[in-house]
């Protein structure tokens, strides 16, 4: 059943409900479809802040060419959540469900973030089902262990704090308080923080208090969702991809994450492409531009 979202600048964009079971709990998560042409899906990146709808300025862009279907993660989104551990094997699993039940005959992927090592994960071990990869400011590892240098003990002890009842609520708010969420997304997600509307703050309070919301956050920040424990099990994934690989990435990318950029981007097999402006969330931020960057190479 399908309702719609009437946009003021492109095509309206019809919104749906999915129903997704892991480990016997339910899972409600949403879709978004827009345009007619061949199928491509648009994975957003895993953050406390993330959802499908940092994929509608592309939606917006090539509905004219295709049929965008952007769903949320398990865990993360704009519905409830349930009490879970979340797991890299959870989200591999739903993206493969998801595939072969919603989206069966792919032209091609769109995965930004940490999204990009779950397609590259199952592109490796289905060649045909993704179609075309194009991966958006790709990443492999937490912020946490970014910021280390690797994993350490404590963070499963973060994530053990976190799970807890009441303790764990207070403790998931103090880390997502509006001064820590601006320095976040004006540090290493947006070029123009500044600039972001009222309305866009309040969707994303919204996202970070939803119930259940601070358990699939604390696994990814912690590095408890890294579908790879090392660059070069994450390049292995890429290696391992037997059709075309786009990698795009804005001018202003934080120095540790284009240093994994630019690893990727090494490999002879991958295509790469650098939009003059915009960090972690170029794609979102300067839309205009990533469609002119990945074009090409999408409908060639």
């Known amino acids: 059943?399908?309702?719609?979202?009437?946009?003021?600048?492109?095509?309206?964009?019809?919104?749906?409900?999915?129903?997704?079971?892991?480990?016997?709990?339910?899972?409600?998560?949403?879709?978004?479809?827009?345009?007619?042409?061949?199928?491509?899906?648009?994975?957003?990146?895993?953050?406390?802040?993330?959802?499908?709808?940092?994929?509608?300025?592309?939606?917006?862009?090539?509905?004219?060419?295709?049929?965008?279907?952007?769903?949320?993660?398990?865990?993360?989104?704009?519905?409830?959540?349930?009490?879970?551990?979340?797991?890299?094997?959870?989200?591999?699993?739903?993206?493969?469900?998801?595939?072969?039940?919603?989206v069966p005959a792919l032209h091609a992927t769109v995965a930004a973030g940490h999204a990009a090592s779950y397609a590259l994960h199952l592109a490796a071990r289905h060649p045909a089902l993704l179609g075309r990869l194009v991966l958006l400011a790709p990443t492999w590892r937490g912020p946490l262990p970014t910021m280390t240098g690797g994993d350490r003990p404590w963070f499963g002890r973060i994530r053990r704090i976190v799970g807890m009842p009441v303790v764990g609520s207070a403790v998931y708010r103090l880390n997502v308080n509006p001064p820590v969420v601006r320095m976040m997304v004006a540090g290493h997600v947006y070029s123009e923080a500044q600039a972001l509307p009222v309305a866009w703050w309040a969707q994303k309070r919204a996202v970070m208090a939803a119930p259940g919301a601070r358990f699939a956050s604390v696994a990814f920040v912690t590095g408890g969702l890294d579908r790879v424990n090392s660059r070069e099990a994450f390049l292995n994934l890429a290696r391992a991809v037997q059709g075309p690989l786009l990698v795009a990435y804005g001018g202003e990318t934080p120095p540790k994450s284009r240093a994994e950029i630019d690893a990727l981007?090494?490999?002879?097999?991958?295509?790469?492409?650098?939009?003059?402006?915009?960090?972690?969330?170029?794609?979102?931020?300067?839309?205009?531009?990533?469609?002119?960057?990945?074009?090409?190479f999408l409908f060639r």
């Not at 399908?2 to 749906?16: A, K, V």
């Not at 492409?273 to 300067?286: D, I, Q, R, S």
């Open 1 to 102: 059943m399908y309702s719609q979202m009437t946009t003021t600048d492109g095509p309206t964009i019809h919104t749906r409900r999915v129903r997704w079971s892991w480990q016997g709990q339910d899972v409600t998560l949403g879709v978004d479809e827009a345009g007619d042409g061949p199928a491509i899906l648009l994975l957003p990146a895993l953050s406390s802040i993330s959802t499908r709808r940092e994929m509608h300025p592309l939606m917006r862009r090539l509905a004219d060419r295709a049929h965008l279907v952007a769903t949320d993660w398990p865990g993360f989104g704009d519905q409830p959540r349930p009490p879970m551990a979340w797991t890299p094997d959870a989200l591999s699993s739903f993206l493969e469900w998801f595939v072969r039940q919603e």
């Open 265 to 296: 981007a090494a490999l002879p097999s991958v295509q790469t492409v650098m939009t003059p402006a915009g960090k972690l969330a170029f794609y979102e931020e300067y839309p205009d531009e990533t469609c002119t960057a990945i074009s090409d």
